[in-house]
Nanobody
Framework: VQLQASGGGLVQTGGSLRLSCAAS????????MGWFRQAPGKERVFVAA????????YYTDSVKGRFTISRDSAKNAVYLQMNSLKPEDTAVYYC????????????????????????WGQGTLVTVSS
């Protein structure tokens, strides 16, 4: 099972990037998936997640209104559209998939917990210049 994250790069403040996460080896179209990030010298933290059906999305406060998580079940992929990027968004971004978050789970606490996810991508670096 592999999650391959891509799409990172260098962008100016106010710019946009779209991260992609392609899954292989297992069908995650009916699983919760999320994005986390780790800034230099800091711990990895939650960014966004979506419920197995895609009907509910969850975001950390600092990215609400700027980032959008989505999925393409046919491609077994999840995306993170990042707009109005700020220097503080600079980080390595990781996608993750969960086989533990149940279909009736709605709490952002569960979606935001790293321990809820059991598959992780390798990370893609996003650098936002000021």
């Amino acid at each position: 099972v592999q999650l391959q994250a891509s799409g990172g790069g260098l962008v100016q403040t106010g710019g946009s990037l779209r991260l992609s996460c392609a899954a292989s080896g297992r069908d995650f179209s009916n699983n919760a998936m999320g994005w986390f990030r780790q800034a230099p010298g800091k711990e990895r933290v939650f960014v966004a997640a979506l419920r197995w059906s895609g009907s509910n999305t969850y975001y950390t406060d600092s990215v609400k209104g700027r980032f959008t998580i989505s999925r393409d079940s046919a491609k077994n992929a999840v995306y993170l559209q990042m707009n109005s990027l700020k220097p503080e968004d600079t980080a390595v971004y990781y996608c993750a998939a969960s086989t533990h978050i149940g279909r009736l789970t709605y709490s952002i606490g569960d979606y935001g917990r790293q321990g809820s996810y059991d598959y992780w991508g390798q990370g893609t670096l996003v650098t936002v210049s000021s």
